[in-house]
């Protein structure tokens, strides 16, 4: 009897996987995940008070470690207990006073750890310099993320996908609609660290996102529902930039509104491939650049590796990606020379700084891999990255941390790519219950249209050993999930967090207290009075001769 409990235990957890995969409403009801799959991301975290070692860091402990490094509150206090033994331990009274937060997209530790061998990197190498403060770690996914941005949500909230509710870029509700991760209804359901420390500090931190991708723009920043000085306020008191690359209008834009780049002192101006200021940057960092007669090809050359590489820049993909490096340079360069910025560098109120590199990628499946002008490409970026995280240190007299993610190739985007495999999944399993158009674009998350062919969906898939299968639960095992930890809904967070400092100090000093009176009482209470004791002889009676 027994035996037969335990394989249906097992046969349950086959079939119903992990709740913390899932969000209700928006995760598919079938996920597959390839065998013998092996991360294959890297992380570098740069800090005053850290040792060079090597970690393995989960990306849900990112948000806490980013918070931690700026005195900050903790984010997600159910792991904070597991990864504080890798936290940096540094001086309460000498914390960081700004982060930069670095995610490349596209970029393995296979390819990162060859770059270091040839001494490529110039941000390792900063990073390192010192022989202690630079971490080189393994860095892992959790939950099941389908792209960068369910993966940076889960980095910047401390939390999986169940919890934060961004699935991936984007997923299709009940009736078959797709819906996009950052807008209408496709908001997250949890605050980020951007968002705890512009409620933590009264929305006085100085908040600044960057991507070519206006996604992981938005994933990074300051929620654009969130109300630092409540509800009266007008988002326009924020200090919080949020850019991105608008391709429609090839210009930089702001994620909260135009005033935002207009700040920058005319930033909204077409931003071409190479700019004057992008040229003399590349000079200055040993990099020689030059156009063809048609400007339709950019030939980049590093003379000190003997590496050179045509660049088609009338391609998007390709011109994407110089234009986000001008995003970036020309953001540097503001937090130097504009008014707005330097205030708020020099109040000595926490700062973070994070940027992340999409359109390296895109290049990438452009010209293939390995390539030339992969190679290329990434040096640039690298030299790029160097001079930002060079400039804040001096911005902020080295009170700078940095973290460094290398995302490659996730379990989900390996199945993706295998177009083979996805007709046969279909053509061998899905017979019914399974739209074919919305299975072609969501694999390998696979949408059941009848939630009565889900449970007979993942029999028929188990008896394959080509991949693995993970069904989701009942959905009343997981209809608590998807709240915020200190607000009500995904459109008005609250400023929850900005009392719990003050309300554990009062809690614990309270229980001290307690404790301390219940000691002196059970010691008073169980006091030997013996015949030796001075009570004992004041109060014995005489006895009688």
């Known amino acids: 009897m ?4 335990l394989i249906t235990l097992s046969l349950a957890l086959i079939v119903f996987g992990q709740a913390n995969d899932f969000y209700p409403g928006r995760s598919a009801q079938v996920l597959l995940r390839p065998n013998n799959y092996e991360e294959n991301s890297a992380i570098f975290l740069l800090n005053r008070h850290g040792e060079s070692k090597q970690i393995d860091v989960v990306e849900t402990s990112v948000a806490d470690y980013i918070s931690h490094t700026l005195g900050g509150p903790v984010v997600n206090s159910d792991i904070h207990d597991s990864v504080s033994k890798d936290l940096p331990k540094g001086n309460l009274f000498d914390k960081d006073v700004a982060n930069l937060f670095v ?6 530790s296979e390819y990162l750890q060859e770059a270091i061998a040839k001494k490529y990197v110039k941000l390792v190498q900063q990073t390192t310099q010192n022989g202690k403060n630079g971490m080189l770690g393994k860095f892992s996914r959790s939950g099941y993320p389908r792209d960068a941005v369910s993966s940076i949500a889960s980095m910047v ?3 999986t996908p169940s919890s934060h509710g961004i699935v991936g870029s984007f997923w299709f ?5 797709k819906q996009v991760a950052f807008r209408d209804n496709g908001l997250p359901s949890q605050e980020n660290v951007a968002d705890i420390l512009a409620l933590n500090y009264e929305g006085q931190s100085l908040i600044t996102c960057i991507s070519a991708d206006v996604q992981l723009a938005h994933a990074l920043c300051v929620n654009q529902f969130i109300k630092p000085f409540g509800n009266n306020s007008e988002r326009s008191n924020w200090n919080a930039f949020g850019y991105y690359f608008d391709q429609w209008n090839n210009r930089m834009d702001d994620i909260y509104g135009e005033y935002r780049v207009e700040a920058m002192n005319g930033g909204i101006e077409e931003l071409m491939a190479i700019s004057p200021a992008m040229k003399s940057f590349l000079t200055a960092a040993g990099i020689q650049s030059s156009f063809n007669e048609d400007a339709s090809e950019l030939i980049i050359t590093l003379p000190e590796l003997s590496l050179s590489a045509t660049f088609e820049v009338n391609i998007p993909e390709i011109s994407t990606f110089f234009v986000e490096l001008e995003m970036i340079r020309k953001l540097n360069e503001q937090l130097t020379e504009a008014l707005i910025f330097s205030n708020l560098v020099n109040d000595n109120i926490p700062d ?3 940027i992340a590199v999409s359109s390296l990628k895109g290049l990438k499946q452009h010209y293939g ?3 030339t002008q992969f190679e290329v490409a990434f040096l640039v970026l690298d030299s790029m990255i160097s001079n930002v995280m060079s400039n804040l240190k001096e911005l902020y007299r080295g009170k700078l941390s940095v973290e460094a993610v290398f995302l490659g190739m996730s379990a989900a985007e390996s199945m993706q790519n295998n177009q083979e495999l996805r007709e046969q999944i279909f053509n061998t399993y899905l017979t019914q219950g399974v739209d074919e158009e919305i299975y072609a674009t969501s694999f390998p998350a696979i949408y059941v249209q009848n939630p009565l062919d889900k449970i007979s969906i993942c029999a028929n898939l188990q008896s394959s050993s080509s991949f693995q ?4 639960p009942a959905f009343e095992e997981i209809s608590n999930f998807g709240v915020f930890r200190q607000g009500t809904n995904n459109t008005n967070v609250t400023t929850g967090d900005k009392d719990a400092p003050e309300y554990q100090i009062t809690l614990w000093s309270s229980v001290i207290l307690g404790i301390v009176l219940l ?3 059970y010691t008073m209470a169980s006091m030997d009075t013996g015949g030796d004791t001075l009570i004992s002889r004041m109060t014995s009676v005489k006895k009688s001769q």
């Open 2 to 5: 027994d035996r037969i409990v």
């Open 103 to 108: 995610i490349v997209d596209g970029v393995d």
């Open 157 to 159: 909230s401390g939390s």
């Open 173 to 177: 509700d009940s009736e078959g609609a």
């Open 352 to 354: 973070m700084h994070s």
């Open 369 to 371: 891999y390995p390539s």
């Open 469 to 472: 299968v993970v069904c989701a």
């Open 519 to 521: 000691t002196i009482v």
